[in-house]
């Protein structure tokens, strides 16, 4: 039987204290070491061995450490503290579910406990476990009723759950001490004031809100915030005039902000989204205007209510104003309102009235005074962003030369034309395009990571490298690593694209999981404010970084690179099921990570960076993502971005495509069930439901050791839902839509057998006929091109349909 601390003898309960001070001063060499003398005089004893466990694993002997650690609990398990060690362990390798299991069972044993129970509410909240992270921060509160953090901390607990009179009962019972609490300093108490009357608005009482934020004004430090809650909860209790002098003072502070002229207009008992306010909307906003007349917001908000000639000469009123300007993002801010068809043709006609006015006479209709020179140069430039957005490629790049001819020296003429090349199909024209803008201004990181991301786009992946290392810090001993540390994902993602697309399938995944990698630090590093925002009780915003990291994994970024991720790992499936499994492409022909000396001689340009002496760069241990090819059980690893996605996005039909591709090759038939299920209650017409439905019944088919009575009751469930289901069917249903064409002949391919293939060729080789209309984007020809490609298509019906999508896409060189 192990002895407690107490029962060990004094001079080993000496150094078993010492031991713990040596861990808190991250002491480790001697903290092992002073744990091995106890162990020479006690061997057995549990609680020093969990602690020697806990030496070793900071000092990266983890398998080691976790023996140690299991064996003393083994040894003692009713110890808290083994079980705590067990738990600081697992928290630091960043297992909070084990962590959160040691620390409930720690404080089981020990209930009295504030620091187990503090770090227990930490892992708790972070794994959103709110119901018990209510009951733990109500232990903490009685065991010391006075520390303002444990009270914070309970009212955030009930404010997670929407139980905001219990959060507010929290902080109310604490209000007095803080009164008394000499050591709170004034923008902390600021910020519980808030956070109490925020808690009042969110349970409903308004009135007693507005009441105590009339109380608290002297107290507080942020008088913006206090303001904009004034403004706020007067409008809530109806007073609405003095709500509208409230905002009209807020806007006088800041009148482009959208929220603060929406609440004036709600003062006024007005709606943008109400057809029936719009002439009421316009007047109050002509007059906001008249005071603010150098407010961008109050110029644009008329334009996202008004509509056929008051939408006009809003239109104008902005548009004058920006090319008189020379505003280059003109089309940018106009771009949201192009989805409503009429107000995206009206500006179409305002600018190509202004481009002739100012062509011919250099000024307005309505004006007497020339405009600037420039004015109809930027005219034109929005124009050739206008007919892109149109898909006239064409008459873009017509008009962006007659731009360039008129100022050859504008950066933003050139990107642009890059990216109208880009949306022609012309991927290389688009990079040296932009290649060229950069050369123009070789200090603008904005123009060099474009131009990075557009030679990805066409596979130049080592030039793209040299370009992006530029702008890296001097003293980076990596370069790459460094573009790694910095979590530029747009990056990484881009990269790994770049790579699939090359068949550089270890290279690519390795760019996805380092994608995976940024977000789960996102996710990881709030970890540590769980802790911080209660000690400086900026509450609200520590409300707001829980909703944040809620949603981090719906960041488009994410969500792309993890379908990719999954798509590469069903290929390396496949192609080992196949017997012709991929091998990582070994380090051959790869540049080496380059200094930044010599990554701006070889982009030729003059910045005096990394000038000294050059640092040896640390060596890439899996430069050609090995690690991930070579994975034991590819669909394991695919599963694990399904669920997050599924997690995450689960709301989109695309989330649960990927899951049944992945469920189907495990053979997991229900779950595969399940995302069919998923995709029809999103969408009931999806292109792919016919050919997942015909998949699935003819894999179940060829599976020997599944269930006979559980293929039949699975058989019932997808005959109950779509009835007799052919792919070719589903394609003939939809003859002017090559979604599901694209669908259907994908669904033939993985099928397989030679009618299947032949088939699906079929449909292929039709791919840029007519008939299918807008739907034949680029993106979808491209996709066509790569299953013809699967299908084991002929040279010459490669250059047929390569022809044919010439003629869909004159400018494309990507066919």
Same mark, same amino acid.
């Not at 794994?127 to 232990?139: G, S």
């Not at 989330?655 to 038939?669: G, I, N």
């Not at 839509?737 to 030679?754: E, H």
């Given at each position: 039987?192990?002895?407690?601390?107490?029962?060990?003898?004094?001079?080993?309960?000496?150094?078993?204290?010492?031991?713990?001070?040596? *861990?808190?001063?991250?002491?480790?060499?001697?903290?092992?070491?002073?744990?091995?003398?106890?162990?020479?005089?006690?061997?057995?004893?549990?609680?020093?061995?969990?602690?020697?466990?806990?030496?070793?694993?900071?000092?990266? &002997?983890?398998?080691?450490?976790?023996?140690?650690?299991?064996?003393?609990?083994?040894?003692?398990?009713?110890?808290?503290?083994?079980?705590?060690?067990?738990?600081?362990?697992?928290?630091?390798?960043?297992?909070?579910?084990?962590?959160?299991?040691?620390?409930?069972?720690?404080?089981?044993?020990?209930?009295?406990?504030?620091?187990?129970?503090?770090?227990?509410?930490?892992?708790?909240?972070?794994?959103? =476990? *709110?119901?018990?992270?209510?009951?733990?921060?109500?232990?903490?509160?009685?065991?010391?009723?006075?520390?303002?953090?444990?009270?914070?901390?309970?009212?955030?607990?009930?404010?997670?759950?929407?139980?905001?009179?219990?959060?507010?009962? $929290?902080?109310?019972?604490?209000?007095?001490?803080?009164?008394?609490?000499?050591?709170?300093?004034?923008?902390?108490?600021?910020?519980?004031?808030?956070?109490?009357?925020?808690?009042?608005?969110?349970?409903?009482?308004? =009135?007693?809100?507005?009441?105590?934020?009339?109380?608290?004004?002297?107290?507080?430090?942020?008088?913006?915030?206090?303001? %904009?809650?004034?403004?706020?909860?007067?409008?809530?209790?109806?007073?609405?005039?003095?709500?509208?002098?409230?905002?009209?003072?807020?806007?006088?502070?800041?009148?482009?902000?959208?929220?603060?002229?929406?609440?004036?207009?709600?003062?006024?008992?007005?709606?943008?989204?109400?057809?029936?306010?719009?002439?009421?909307?316009?007047?109050?906003?002509?007059?906001?205007?008249?005071?603010?007349?150098?407010?961008?917001?109050?110029?644009?908000?008329?334009?996202?209510?008004?509509?056929?000639?008051?939408?006009?000469?809003?239109?104008?009123?902005?548009?004058?104003?920006?090319?008189?300007?020379?505003?280059?993002?003109?089309?940018?801010?106009?771009?949201?309102?192009?989805?409503?068809?009429?107000?995206?043709?009206?500006?179409?006609?305002?600018?190509?009235?202004?481009?002739?006015?100012?062509?011919?006479?250099?000024?307005?209709?309505?004006?007497?005074?020339?405009?600037?020179?420039?004015?109809?140069?930027?005219?034109?430039?929005?124009?050739?962003?206008?007919?892109?957005?149109?898909?006239?490629?064409?008459?873009?790049?017509?008009?962006?030369?007659?731009?360039?001819?008129?100022?050859?020296?504008?950066?933003?003429?050139?990107?642009?034309?890059?990216?109208?090349?880009?949306?022609?199909?012309?991927? #290389?024209?688009?990079?040296?395009?932009?290649?060229?803008?950069?050369?123009?201004?070789?200090?603008?990181?904005?123009?060099?990571?474009?131009?990075?991301?557009?030679?990805?786009?066409?596979?130049?992946?080592?030039?793209?490298?040299?370009?992006?290392?530029?702008?890296?810090?001097?003293?980076?001993?990596?370069?790459?690593?460094?573009?790694?540390?910095?979590?530029?994902?747009?990056?990484?993602?881009?990269?790994?694209?770049?790579?699939?697309?090359?068949?550089?399938?270890?290279?690519?995944?390795?760019?996805?999981?380092?994608?995976?990698?940024?977000?789960?630090?996102?996710?990881?590093?709030?970890?540590?404010?769980?802790?911080?925002?209660?000690?400086?009780?900026?509450?609200?915003?520590?409300?707001?970084?829980?909703?944040?990291?809620?949603?981090?994994?719906?960041?488009?970024?994410?969500?792309?690179?993890?379908?990719?991720?999954?798509?590469? *790992?069903?290929?390396?499936?496949?192609?080992?099921? $196949?017997?012709?499994?991929?091998?990582?492409?070994?380090?051959?022909?790869?540049?080496?990570?380059?200094? &930044?000396?010599?990554?701006?001689?070889?982009?030729?340009?003059?910045?005096?960076?990394?000038?000294?002496?050059?640092?040896?760069?640390?060596?890439?241990?899996?430069?050609?993502?090995?690690?991930?090819?070579?994975?034991?059980?590819?669909?394991?690893?695919?599963?694990?971005?399904?669920?997050?996605?599924?997690?995450?996005?689960? =709301?989109?039909?695309?989330?649960?495509?990927?899951?049944?591709?992945?469920?189907?090759?495990?053979?997991?038939?229900?779950?595969?069930?399940?995302?069919?299920?998923?995709?029809?209650?999103?969408? %009931?017409?999806?292109?792919?439901?016919?050919?997942?439905?015909?998949?699935?019944?003819?894999?179940?088919?060829?599976?020997?050791?599944?269930?006979?009575?559980?293929?039949?009751?699975?058989?019932?469930?997808?005959?109950?839902?779509?009835?007799?289901?052919?792919?070719?069917?589903?394609?003939?249903?939809?003859?002017?839509?090559?979604?599901?064409?694209?669908?259907?002949?994908?669904?033939?391919?993985?099928?397989?057998?030679?009618?299947?293939?032949?088939?699906?060729? #079929?449909?292929?080789?039709?791919?840029?006929?007519?008939?299918?209309?807008?739907?034949?984007?680029?993106?979808?020809?491209?996709?066509?091109?790569?299953?013809?490609?699967?299908?084991?298509?002929?040279?010459?019906?490669?250059?047929?349909?390569?022809?044919?999508?010439?003629?869909?896409?004159?400018?494309?060189?990507?066919?």
């Amino acid at each position: 039987m192990s002895l407690t601390i107490s029962e060990l003898p004094h001079k080993e309960q000496t150094l078993f204290r010492s031991a713990l001070k040596l *861990y808190e001063v991250r002491q480790y060499k001697r903290g092992l070491k002073t744990c091995d003398q106890i162990l020479k005089r006690v061997p057995n004893h549990g609680e020093t061995l969990a602690v020697r466990g806990m030496f070793l694993s900071n000092m990266e &002997r983890k398998e080691e450490a976790y023996e140690h650690i299991k064996r003393g609990i083994e040894i003692n398990p009713n110890s808290s503290i083994s079980w705590h060690v067990y738990g600081i362990v697992n928290r630091g390798d960043q297992k909070y579910e084990e962590a959160a299991k040691c620390y409930e069972k720690a404080a089981k044993v020990d209930s009295e406990n504030a620091h187990i129970l503090r770090d227990l509410s930490q892992l708790q909240i972070h794994l959103r =476990q *709110y119901e018990k992270l209510v009951e733990t921060r109500t232990k903490l509160v009685k065991l010391n009723p006075l520390l303002t953090a444990f009270w914070l901390g309970l009212a955030v607990a009930h404010q997670m759950l929407g139980r905001y009179d219990l959060a507010l009962k $929290a902080i109310t019972s604490h209000e007095d001490n803080l009164k008394h609490d000499t050591n709170m300093l004034k923008n902390e108490i600021s910020e519980i004031l808030m956070y109490k009357n925020w808690l009042m608005e969110l349970k409903g009482d308004h =009135q007693l809100a507005l009441e105590n934020l009339k109380e608290i004004r002297l107290r507080i430090t942020d008088i913006t915030a206090w303001k %904009e809650q004034k403004a706020n909860l007067l409008l809530k209790v109806e007073r609405r005039e003095a709500a509208a002098t409230a905002y009209q003072e807020l806007i006088e502070r800041n009148p482009d902000n959208n929220d603060y002229v929406r609440g004036y207009l709600a003062c006024n008992g007005l709606d943008m989204a109400c057809a029936d306010d719009k002439d009421a909307v316009l007047e109050v906003i002509g007059s906001l205007q008249q005071q603010f007349p150098f407010s961008n917001t109050l110029k644009f908000l008329p334009l996202t209510f008004c509509e056929g000639d008051s939408f006009v000469s809003a239109a104008e009123t902005l548009a004058k104003h920006a090319l008189r300007k020379g505003i280059p993002s003109l089309f940018t801010s106009m771009k949201m309102l192009y989805a409503n068809e009429a107000k995206g043709a009206a500006l179409g006609r305002l600018m190509e009235g202004y481009a002739t006015q100012l062509r011919d006479t250099n000024r307005f209709s309505d004006s007497t005074d020339d405009e600037p020179a420039t004015a109809s140069m930027w005219s034109t430039f929005y124009l050739a962003q206008h007919a892109d957005y149109y898909g006239d490629y064409e008459r873009a790049l017509q008009l962006i030369e007659d731009a360039i001819r008129a100022s050859s020296d504008t950066v933003e003429l050139y990107m642009v034309k890059a990216k109208i090349l880009k949306h022609a199909g012309d991927v #290389c024209g688009a990079r040296n395009t932009m290649d060229f803008a950069r050369q123009m201004d070789l200090k603008d990181r904005f123009v060099n990571s474009k131009t990075v991301k557009y030679m990805l786009r066409n596979n130049d992946v080592e030039e793209a490298e040299k370009m992006m290392i530029m702008f890296v810090r001097d003293d980076a001993a990596h370069k790459v690593q460094e573009i790694v540390d910095m979590q530029a994902i747009w990056y990484m993602r881009e990269r790994g694209d770049a790579y699939r697309r090359l068949g550089d399938i270890g290279r690519a995944l390795k760019q996805y999981h380092q994608v995976l990698f940024c977000f789960n630090s996102y996710h990881q590093v709030q970890f540590d404010f769980h802790s911080y925002s209660l000690r400086k009780a900026t509450m609200r915003g520590y409300v707001d970084i829980l909703q944040w990291e809620d949603q981090v994994y719906t960041h488009n970024t994410f969500v792309g690179a993890a379908h990719a991720a999954i798509d590469c *790992y069903i290929d390396l499936h496949d192609r080992k099921l $196949a017997g012709a499994p991929f091998a990582a492409i070994s380090d051959e022909g790869q540049s080496k990570p380059l200094t &930044r000396n010599e990554s701006a001689k070889q982009g030729q340009h003059n910045l005096s960076a990394g000038v000294g002496e050059v640092k040896q760069a640390e060596v890439d241990k899996d430069p050609n993502g090995a690690t991930y090819v070579d994975a034991d059980d590819y669909m394991a690893e695919a599963l694990k971005f399904v669920e997050r996605l599924e997690g995450s996005v689960g =709301q989109q039909a695309k989330t649960h495509l990927s899951a049944f591709e992945v469920h189907l090759r495990m053979q997991k038939y229900f779950l595969a069930l399940k995302a069919i299920n998923s995709i029809k209650a999103i969408d %009931e017409q999806h292109p792919s439901l016919a050919s997942m439905v015909v998949r699935m019944i003819a894999d179940m088919d060829t599976n020997e050791s599944f269930a006979a009575p559980m293929k039949a009751a699975l058989k019932g469930q997808l005959t109950k839902s779509f009835g007799e289901v052919s792919i070719e069917a589903s394609i003939d249903a939809h003859p002017n839509s090559l979604p599901f064409a694209l669908a259907g002949a994908k669904g033939l391919l993985t099928l397989g057998g030679d009618a299947n293939v032949a088939s699906s060729k #079929c449909v292929l080789l039709k791919a840029t006929s007519s008939a299918y209309g807008e739907t034949r984007t680029l993106d979808n020809l491209l996709a066509a091109k790569t299953l013809l490609e699967q299908s084991g298509a002929s040279e010459a019906e490669m250059s047929d349909f390569a022809a044919g999508a010439k003629l869909v896409f004159p400018l494309a060189t990507c066919f």
